[in-house]
């Protein structure tokens, strides 16, 4: 069964870093790009920063040297280490295979075959 699933998740307070993981199970993550994708509470999903399967990131301009993300294709994992995290940082945060850059965004390739997570909650507060 194809899945992806974060970890990592949880309260910090700003200023903080955490880091996220991304599992893949059930396909080999290597062959893909993956990103990551928030939605904080009220607002639309937004694409955030994706990697491709070269190793190439793209991120987008909020979390420009903030956010950096990594992959372990000997892991199947992705990673994404979050630093000078802000209030507005907070979201759940979704990692998805198949991202791409985008008019100054992130987002999945046309064709609806990307694998999604479930989400990981971060929350930015003191």
């Known amino acids: 069964q194809v899945q992806l699933g974060e970890s990592g998740g949880g309260l910090v307070q700003p200023g903080g870093s955490l880091r996220l993981s991304c599992a893949a199970s059930?396909?080999?993550?290597?062959?893909?790009?993956i990103g990551w994708f928030r939605q904080a509470p009220g607002k639309e999903r937004e694409g955030v920063v994706c990697?491709?399967?070269?190793?190439?990131?793209y991120y987008v301009d909020s979390v420009k040297g903030r956010f950096t993300i990594s992959r372990d294709d000997a892991k199947n994992t992705a990673y994404l280490q979050m630093d000078s995290l802000k209030p507005e940082d907070t979201a759940v945060y979704f990692c998805?295979?198949?991202?791409?850059?985008?008019?100054?965004?992130?987002?999945?390739?046309?064709?609806?075959?990307?694998?999604w997570g479930k989400g990981a909650r971060i929350t930015v507060s003191s």
């Open positions: 998805a295979t198949d991202c791409q850059p985008y008019g100054g965004t992130v987002v999945t390739a046309p064709g609806g075959m990307a694998h």
């Open positions: 059930g396909f080999t993550l290597d062959d893909h790009a």
């Open positions: 990697i491709s399967d070269d190793g190439s990131p």
